[in-house]
């Protein structure tokens, strides 16, 4: 069936390290790829995302990069910093008119701690 | 600028009872999805609406629960008889556009059912 993993649950840095957070998954008709980042004890919240047809997507301090040929997914935190500890899910989204469009498909979600 | 509310933030219940859970959309947000989460889990699909419409709900259980989003008023998400099994973080998201990727997360509302 559907599903979007992840290898690794937990990560830790130093804060000003460069982090890398990894997702595999297994649908190849995903139309999009996302992250989300959730702090505890709130709702996970957007950072970035990229189309399916994309190799690389760069946001502020971090960078999303898609192979499709392996079907991973990576996550790239510059200059990591406390306030990044979180944890991180990748998500999956379907085209616009399509059929599962809005419905999120996330997965389980890798425990990012970064030390000062 | 308020964001998603939800309410109650922690509700107990014991088996049987009825569950209530209440979503307010951002301001302009006609989009609402609610999604549950269990302990060291990712979140998992359960509900699209627009208002006064289910766009989809391959996410549901087919008994005991059930989603609206009235013309007026929040989203509200209903668990009849509950279990223990139901008992986990509920989190409710809205868009201005129908399915985005960027869908605003509201603080959950956590059910413990005794």
């Known amino acids: 069936g559907e599903s979007v993993g992840l290898h690794l649950p937990t990560l830790s840095v130093q804060e000003g390290d460069n982090s890398i957070i990894n997702c595999a998954y297994s649908n190849s008709a995903s139309d999009y790829f996302i992250w989300y980042k959730q702090e505890s004890g709130k709702g996970p919240q957007f950072i970035i995302d990229i189309r399916s047809n994309m190799d690389k997507r760069q946001g502020q301090r971090v960078t999303v990069l898609l192979n499709k040929t392996v079907k991973h997914l990576s996550l790239q935190i510059a200059a990591t910093q406390p306030g990044d500890s979180a944890v991180y899910f990748c998500a999956e989204n379907k085209e616009a008119g399509g059929t599962s469009y809005g419905k999120l498909t996330f997965g389980q979600g890798t425990i990012l701690t970064v030390h000062p | 600028n308020a964001g998603v509310m939800q309410n109650p933030r922690h509700l107990v219940r014991r088996r049987g009872q009825e569950a209530r859970l209440r979503c307010s959309p951002m301001k302009g947000h006609s989009h609402v999805y609610w999604y549950r989460q269990l302990p060291e889990e990712g979140l998992k699909f359960m509900v699209y609406l627009q208002k006064e419409n289910i766009i989809d709900e391959s996410g549901m259980p087919k008994e005991r629960f059930s989603a609206e989003f009235p013309k007026e008023g929040p989203s509200i998400l209903r668990i009849q008889q509950v279990v223990r099994g139901d008992s986990a973080a509920y989190f409710c998201?809205?868009?201005?556009?129908?399915?985005?990727?960027?869908?605003?997360f509201g603080p959950g509302t956590r059910l413990t059912v005794t």
């Open positions: 998201a809205s868009s201005h556009t129908g399915g985005g990727n960027e869908q605003y």
